[in-house]
């Protein structure tokens, strides 16, 4: 069936430390976006992703579509980072989105 | 700047009562979502609307309804409240025009709803 997995599940690192989120997913996709949740559960779009490679200040993140995986990278990493990062893609021409069960990342100070 | 805007951040309601969750946007979109958000599960879509008056249900619809009578306001309905609905509901929307920026969902800030 449809997938969206991402991985690690869990990231604890220090602040600065640059860090690697992955989103493997089973199928082509109209639309891939990451997000990104706080603490108090609002979330914050990050990129609209369905291939190529954005960036934005500290973040970017690359689709390669062809071989069905999204990363998003996070460098010096700032306590304001914290969060859970979801990954979702619409696989039909729907507007609906599949999620991720999102990679949890705690930076420590 | 897109707004999505939920009626109340926390809400305490007993079993069997009825429930009204309101979601307003300010974007002139024509798509609107309801989720819930239960820890280790992910986001869950329960229903969508594409426009107003029409719905379409989500992966987990069972205990809920919408109402869409003007494009700008979902609302999310649960008839009869259960312990099992205790959760976070987050609403979003979307433009339906075919382009980037068409693809992208704004979230509202979430109502944590407890039922007891």
């Known amino acids: 069936g449809i997938q969206v997995e991402q991985s690690p599940p869990d990231l604890i690192l220090q602040e600065g430390a640059n860090s690697t989120l992955r989103c493997n997913f089973s199928?082509?996709?109209?639309?891939l976006q990451w997000f990104h949740q706080n603490p108090w559960g609002q979330l914050i779009n990050l990129f609209y992703?369905?291939?190529?490679?954005k960036q934005n200040g500290r973040l970017s993140a690359t689709t390669v579509a062809t071989e069905r995986y999204s990363l998003l990278y996070i460098s010096s990493s700032q306590t304001t980072d914290s969060g859970v990062y979801f990954c979702?893609?619409?696989?039909?021409?729907?507007?609906?989105?599949?999620w991720g069960a999102g990679t949890k990342l705690i930076i420590k100070p | 700047d897109v707004k999505v805007t939920q009626s109340s951040r926390y809400l305490v309601k007993r079993t069997g009562e009825k429930v009204f969750l309101e979601c307003v946007q300010d974007?002139?979109?024509?798509?609107m979502f309801w989720y819930r958000q239960d820890p280790g599960l992910g986001l869950r879509l329960i229903y969508f609307?594409?426009?107003?008056?029409?719905?379409e249900k989500g992966d987990i619809p069972e205990g809920y309804s919408v109402s869409r009578e003007k494009k700008e306001r979902f609302s999310l309905i649960l008839e009869s409240a259960s312990t099992n609905q205790t959760s976070m509901y987050l609403c979003?929307?979307?433009?339906?025009?075919?382009?980037?920026?068409?693809?992208?969902?704004?979230f509202g800030p979430g109502t944590r709803l407890t039922v007891t």
């Open positions: 979003a929307s979307s433009s339906a025009v075919r382009g980037e920026a068409s693809y992208e969902q704004y």
């Open positions: 974007m002139d979109h024509e798509n």
């Open positions: 992703i369905p291939s190529g490679t």
């Open positions: 199928d082509s996709v109209n639309n």
């Open positions: 979702a893609v619409e696989f039909q021409s729907n507007y609906q989105l599949i």
């Open positions: 609307s594409y426009d107003v008056k029409m719905k």
